[in-house]
């Protein structure tokens, strides 16, 4: 199977502006979830979404959202782009069909850089 | 609160030698998986082994096993016969107990590099 893919791979953006990012889950898998990767405050989970819906959401303002599709491709967008919103952006997709947490396979991420 | 906890920032070991790194842990679960993931250079999250709570048998890959010990949340990885390509950060993760949620509390990671 192919594995989870992100794109873009790389991004740059000045403040203000919008960016969105997709990514492709595994075949199959449900779940798709969504980390920011920062040199200062390290992994940190934004949100995941599990048959079109967000399950959960973590602690992130409201200029991050996201959604995803009937395929299960998932898209996150950024609004009103900050410096500090520069970061790796990984994807992680999970079959999640026990119910409870699951293992979690990762994209390849996307550098986003806010100039 | 969950914390994930590696407190070793760095460690290096010699090629084709044995390594071990730490990690601890705190949830009021009692059915839960714990993950070591690795992120080379390329930055790709990799998953090295996974640990389902309830199994008092510690899991291993190859030349790579855990040590885990639930008492004391202690889940430690070891890395036998090193090689270069296991230069990487080296991040121990829990997933928060929301149900059905897959959102994993990572820890602040262990830089390894194998010396040749």
């Known amino acids: 199977k192919a594995g989870v893919t992100q794109t873009p791979r790389y991004l740059i953006k000045t403040r203000g502006q919008q960016v969105t990012l997709s990514c492709s889950p595994i075949?199959?898998?449900?779940?798709v979830s969504w980390y920011q990767q920062t040199p200062g405050q390290g992994l940190q989970f934004l949100f995941e979404?599990?048959?079109?819906?967000?399950?959960n959401k973590g602690n992130f303002p409201g200029r991050f959202s996201g959604r995803q599709f009937s395929n299960s491709r998932s898209e996150m967008n950024v609004s009103t782009l900050e410096l500090g919103d520069s970061a790796l952006y990984l994807c992680?997709?999970?079959?999640?069909?026990?119910?409870?947490?699951?293992?979690?396979?990762f994209g390849p991420g996307t550098r986003l850089t806010v100039l | 609160a969950q914390t994930v906890t590696q407190s070793q920032p760095e460690m290096s070991v010699q090629e084709a030698e044995t390594v071990t790194l730490s990690c601890t842990y705190d949830?009021?679960?009692?059915?839960?998986?714990l993950f070591w993931y690795k992120q080379p250079p390329s930055r790709q999250m990799i998953l090295v082994i996974r640990q389902e709570a309830y199994k008092q048998q510690n899991a291993t890959e190859n030349r790579f096993s855990v040590n885990f010990q639930k008492a004391a949340k202690s889940f430690s990885l070891k890395i036998s016969d090193s090689q270069l390509g296991d230069t990487a950060m080296y991040f121990c993760?829990?997933?928060?107990?929301?149900?059905?949620?897959?959102?994993?509390?990572f820890g602040t990671g262990t830089r390894l590099t194998v010396i040749p």
């Open positions: 993760a829990f997933p928060l107990p929301l149900t059905g949620a897959n959102n994993l509390f």
């Open positions: 949830t009021s679960e009692n059915n839960y998986y």
């Open positions: 979404y599990f048959s079109e819906t967000q399950r």
């Open positions: 992680a997709s999970s079959l999640a069909t026990s119910g409870r947490a699951d293992t979690q396979y």
């Open positions: 075949s199959g898998h449900r779940s």
